[in-house]
């Protein structure tokens, strides 16, 4: 499923696991062709880089070294607070749930799949 986004549109991928964020965006790629996508491999370098370019969707690790993912969130949104944040984390436990839907994050878990892909393509702004 291609879905035409905005141009300019721009997905923000932070996960510590390179492998991580190259599949996540091999997958999101093929549903949103026409976006851009960035990537951090922690939450300090996902702020900085939403900080020089902001994206409207972040897919974002919870487990990382330095911040989790669920306080990287808080900081990105700080900046822009209409940002999409999706938490995407093998760590399914019930705290970890309630921290993202406290947040107002959307929370998937790993690994990530087609399905998962699609489900974070529908949040991405799409072409009017």
Known sequence: MNTP????TRLLVVDDSKVSRRLAIS?????????????????????AVFQQTPAQVVVM??????????????RIRALDPRVT???LTANGQAAVRARAEEAGLHMLCK?????????????APVLV
């Open 85 to 87: 944040v999706v938490l």
């Open 27 to 47: 997958l999101l790629s093929k549903r949103l062709p026409d976006a851009e996508f960035l990537e951090a491999g922690d939450g300090e370098a996902a702020v």
């Open 61 to 74: 690790d919870y487990n990382m070294p330095g911040i989790h993912g669920v306080e990287a969130a808080a």
């Open 5 to 8: 986004t905005r141009p300019g």
């Open 111 to 123: 690994p990530i799949s087609s399905t998962l892909a699609d489900q974070i393509a529908a949040l």
